[in-house]
């Protein structure tokens, strides 16, 4: 089978690919499509868009896109097992494959439409990694608080509310009858999955951020973001400064209270998410752009892979200090 080659998109339009990921289970090969789309068209069809962490970049597993084998890395190929549907093709955007990683020109271009690409999906996927036994218990404990809450629905429920709480006490006893050393296990639970990789990616930040409608994956189960921002609070645990940031910009109460709704220039989001990771160095201010609100439209500092480290550096600093660069 040939390797699979991208078609070149047009860098004059917000043009944007999809992936069409075909049914299948088991050890069914994972096969799709990869289509052309514009983020500012009428008839842009549904999509999700997958937030995840590569998990390095040996492209060890592949996938058929269009007939032709891409390769894939471990993590990713992962994920696309369990988001897999046996009923229904889904259609995904998935940054490994649907931009051309070989290409830094097109690799900037995507960049600057990162924060549209998410915004308009329908919802955002943030991927956690495979399960264990005290992860699916928590993830359990809050799906069981989430459908308990559908029946008390509310749209004025803010974090200081007691209602969450009082809710999360009522949903105990059942769960109690099947785990009996159930609080350690979810707090062991919740643990593992703020100290996954996921957490500290730069990228994630403006993923979660322009996300406004999302779920938390981890294995086969699934939870609505704005209720997993709660899980802390509910479990009385204090997350490191770093994964409470992440989970204070998640779409949903904890959105609307925390430092975010305050303030986000880029200086903000910068000490904020000062211990972020990233492969390429330059990604720690050009993840951080788009969901700035005084550096998202600056030329000095527009994402462009073909600039060097130091000149990065330099901008921004310039930026920061209200300097104009060049005098």
Same mark, same amino acid.
């Given at each position: #089978?040939?390797?699979?080659?991208?078609?070149?998109?047009?860098?004059?339009? *917000?043009?944007?690919? !999809?992936?069409?990921?075909?049914?299948?289970?088991?050890? $069914?090969?994972?096969?799709?499509?990869? =289509?052309?789309?514009?983020?500012?068209? $009428?008839?842009?069809?549904?999509?999700?868009?997958?937030?995840?962490?590569?998990?390095?970049?040996? %492209?060890?597993?592949?996938?058929?896109?269009?007939?032709?084998?891409?390769?894939?890395?471990?993590?990713?190929?992962?994920?696309?097992?369990?988001?897999?549907?046996?009923?229904?093709?889904?259609?995904?955007?998935?940054?490994?494959?649907?931009?051309? @990683?070989?290409?830094?020109?097109?690799?900037?271009?995507?960049?600057?439409?990162?924060?549209?690409?998410?915004?308009?999906?329908?919802?955002?996927? =943030?991927?956690?990694?495979?399960?264990?036994?005290?992860?699916?218990?928590?993830?359990? &404990?809050?799906?069981? %608080?989430?459908?308990?809450?559908?029946?008390?629905?509310?749209?004025?429920?803010?974090?200081?509310?007691?209602?969450?709480?009082?809710?999360?006490?009522?949903?105990?006893?059942?769960?109690?009858?099947?785990?009996?050393?159930?609080?350690?296990? @979810?707090h062991k639970g919740l643990d593992l999955l703020l100290?996954?990789?996921? =957490?500290?990616?730069?990228?994630?930040?403006?993923?979660?951020?322009?996300?406004?409608?999302?779920?938390?994956? *981890?294995?086969?189960? =699934?939870?609505?973001?704005?209720?997993?921002?709660?899980?802390? !609070?509910?479990?009385? #645990?204090?997350?490191?400064?770093?994964?409470?940031?992440? !989970?204070?910009?998640?779409?949903?109460? *904890?959105?609307?209270?925390?430092?975010?709704?305050?303030?986000?220039?880029?200086y903000a989001l910068l000490l904020n998410f000062r211990? &972020?990771?990233?492969?390429?160095?330059?990604?720690?201010?050009?993840? %951080?752009?788009? +969901?700035?609100?005084?550096?998202?439209?600056?030329?000095?500092?527009?994402?462009?892979?073909?600039?060097?480290?130091?000149?990065? +550096?330099?901008?921004?600093?310039?930026?920061?200090?209200?300097? +104009?660069?060049?005098?």
């Open positions: #089978m040939q390797t699979f080659r991208y078609e070149p998109i047009d860098f004059e339009r *917000s043009t944007f690919r !999809l992936l069409r990921l075909f049914k299948g289970e088991g050890h $069914d090969d994972i096969q799709g499509e990869l =289509f052309q789309a514009w983020l500012n068209g $009428d008839d842009l069809v549904p999509y999700h868009a997958l937030s995840y962490t590569w998990g390095g970049t040996d %492209l060890s597993l592949t996938v058929t896109v269009n007939g032709r084998m891409l390769g894939v890395t471990q993590n990713l190929y992962l994920a696309l097992t369990y988001l897999r549907s046996q009923e229904m093709d889904r259609i995904l955007w998935i940054d490994a494959i649907c931009i051309d @990683q070989r290409n830094e020109k097109e690799q900037g271009h995507q960049v600057q439409q990162m924060g549209g690409i998410y915004s308009r999906a329908d919802e955002v996927i =943030f991927w956690l990694g495979p399960a264990t036994y005290e992860t699916n218990v928590l993830m359990d &404990s809050l799906k069981k %608080l989430e459908q308990k809450s559908l029946e008390n629905a509310s749209r004025k429920w803010g974090l200081a509310d007691g209602y969450w709480n009082d809710l999360w006490l009522s949903v105990q006893p059942d769960l109690m009858r099947r785990h009996s050393d159930l609080g350690t296990l @979810q100290h996954r990789p996921w =957490f500290e990616r730069v990228w994630i930040l403006q993923e979660v951020a322009n996300a406004k409608r999302a779920v938390v994956c *981890s294995g086969s189960r =699934f939870i609505s973001a704005r209720l997993f921002a709660l899980a802390p !609070l509910l479990l009385q #645990m204090r997350p490191e400064h770093h994964c409470q940031a992440v !989970l204070d910009i998640m779409p949903g109460p *904890s959105r609307k209270d925390s430092w975010w709704s305050k303030s986000r220039d880029l211990e &972020s990771k990233a492969s390429n160095p330059r990604d720690i201010v050009y993840a %951080l752009l788009g +969901i700035s609100s005084d550096a998202h439209n600056t030329d000095s500092l527009r994402p462009d892979y073909t600039k060097g480290i130091p000149d990065v +550096i330099r901008a921004t600093t310039l930026f920061l200090f209200g300097l +104009i660069e060049g005098k």
